[in-house]
């Protein structure tokens, strides 16, 4: 059973995108294409026919420089991708000593060369199995922090200390915004998972030792909170969210990313 599909003017819109805008990468985001109540699904251009799909991936849509937004998270679906050639082979291919992740990890290289352009309308849909978010959680986190840390030892040798250094501090940033994530969104499996792979985070054990014994001591007492929470009627939960905020503060705010630095010639060879 095929996983995914593209709308049927994928190739012609991208291309027509990467040419006026003079890019050489393109991405969108995707549906997520579930089955009905009887485990069917159904034709896959309807997705995309439809005004407003309902389950559309909640990537960042990002044109321009990518690269600290994807050392945050894979936010490249790659059915959804359209790259020239030339440039996939000048970025060296898929990296096959890689288990997991080769995807992951060729995006990370092409977006130090160069900016990308997200499409507005989405290009493709993935089948989505039941109960297939709940599998392999930690492989998966695991499997991109791999991704991230070889991305990482190759940079200390051919990139400059300043870059490194920028790249150390997103990594951090990135195991940081992991954590609270799984924290807000009350998955433990995901937190677990997030909290077993801080030796790929260089220099991360303050990180590490904060959210460990914050799991190991407040963890029930979120989640009855949190439970708690969702069986409150709306109204109340709008009355009491303003004097909660300086407890909890927002949740979906990001700070500013680091500005970019150009690649060295090495990395553009």
């Keep these: ?25 393109a ?5 997520r294409w579930y089955p009905d109540d009887g485990g069917g699904y159904a034709h896959s251009q309807a997705q995309f026919d439809d005004a407003a799909p309902a389950h559309i991936s909640g990537e960042a849509v990002i044109t321009g420089w990518t690269y600290a937004d ?19 082979e000048r970025a060296g291919l898929f990296d096959r000593d890689l288990r997991k992740g080769q995807d992951y990890d060729l995006w990370l290289r092409l977006a130090r060369r160069y900016p990308f352009v997200c499409t507005s309308d989405v290009t493709a849909c993935y089948r989505v199995h039941p109960n ?8 998966m986190v695991l499997g991109r922090w791999r991704v991230k840390h070889h991305f ?31 924290w807000d969104e009350r998955n433990e499996a995901h937190l677990r998972a997030a909290l077993a792979v801080h030796k790929l985070v260089p220099n991360s054990t303050k990180i590490s030792k904060y959210w460990r014994r914050r799991y190991r001591l407040a963890w029930p007492f979120w989640v009855a909170m949190g439970d708690a929470w969702d069986r409150m009627l709306p109204s109340v ?23 970019y630095l150009p690649p060295s010639d090495d990395v553009l060879e």
């Excluded at 004097?243 to 979906?252: D, E, N």
Aim: hydrophobic residues 40%; glycine residues 4%.
């Design 152 to 182: 990482w030892s190759v940079a200390k040798k051919r990139e400059s200390p300043a870059f490194v250094e920028q790249l150390e501090a997103q990594m951090r940033r990135a195991f940081a915004y992991g954590l609270q994530t799984a």
């Design 27 to 31: 991405y969108s985001r995707f549906i």
């Design 237 to 259: 939960r709008r009355t009491i969210r303003p004097l909660l905020s300086p407890l909890f503060g927002p949740t979906s705010e990001r700070s500013p990313l680091p500005d």
């Design 70 to 88: 994807l050392l945050l998270d894979c936010i490249v679906w790659t059915s959804t991708v359209i790259v020239e050639k030339t440039e996939i």
């Design 132 to 139: 297939q978010a709940s599998r392999n959680v930690t492989e």
């Design 1 to 25: 059973m095929v996983a995914g599909k593209w709308w049927r003017h994928k190739l012609r819109y991208q291309v027509e995108a990467l040419e006026s805008g003079g890019h050489k990468m």
